[in-house]
């Protein structure tokens, strides 16, 4: 089957430093690229939505110049935290559909730590 | 208000009991995605159903577009089926909209 790859899948960063995270299709030509936070015992919350080659389209709450987004590819996508914070701890989680009507296909997630 | 409404938010079942999660919305939708999360943080894309029913192995999905209401059911439940089950619904594609989430503890 499909399979998303993110990398890494733990992060410890310092405050203040940025942290990038990257989400790839491996066997699959991602249309679109989705990224989540998810807190301790919560679902998802949507992030952004990007699509290859155009600008993300971010939630609203969400800073998109502390969470940059990059669809270079139509098998990457990476995740830019910028300028860390520990409140920023989270578990981030990369999903990917093929086109109109496909499967969602999810990364393992990475757990970010900001010391 | 969220679009997306899950029931339970928890259940605990005992071994081989047949398990029902319920999944209302309140939009008009393209796709339902029935997903599960292990406590590792993995998640896997169980269905997607825009009509009728689905099932795969002991899981079953159905879906009632005018009454806007999924059901996932799992017969004879196992121990490994502990996990999160989260509804996600799309509109238009590529825009979606999460349920809470119901975690599952089944108990030998």
């Known amino acids: 089957g499909a399979v998303v790859s993110q990398h890494p899948s733990r992060v410890i960063c310092k405050s203040g430093t940025s942290v990038k995270i990257e989400c790839r299709s491996l066997?699959?030509?991602?249309?679109?690229m989705f990224w989540y936070r998810q807190f301790p015992k919560q679902s998802l919350m949507l992030m952004a939505t990007s699509n290859e080659g155009s600008k993300a389209t971010y939630e609203q709450g969400v800073e998109k110049d502390k969470f940059l987004i990059n669809h270079a590819s139509l098998t990457l996508s990476t995740l830019t935290v910028t300028s860390a914070h520990p409140e920023d701890s989270s578990f981030y989680i990369c999903?990917?559909?093929?086109?109109?009507?496909?499967?969602?296909?999810f990364g393992n997630g990475t757990r970010l730590t900001v010391t | 208000k969220n679009e997306v409404e899950q029931s339970p938010q928890n259940l605990t079942a005992q071994e081989g009991e047949f398990i029902t999660i319920n999944c209302s919305y309140s939009v008009g939708i393209s796709a339902l995605h029935w997903l599960q999360q292990h406590p590792g943080g993995g998640i896997v894309s169980l269905f997607m159903?825009?009509?009728g029913k689905k099932k795969h192995g002991r899981l079953i999905a159905t879906i009632n577009i005018q009454e806007k209401h999924s059901s996932l059911h799992i017969t004879a439940s196992h121990p490994r089926d502990s996990a999160v089950y989260i509804c996600a619904v799309t509109i238009g594609g590529n825009q979606f909209y999460f349920g809470t989430g119901t975690s599952l503890t089944v108990i030998p």
């Open positions: 066997d699959f030509q991602a249309t679109t």
């Open positions: 159903l825009s009509s």
């Open positions: 999903s990917a559909i093929g086109g109109l009507g496909s499967p969602l296909h």
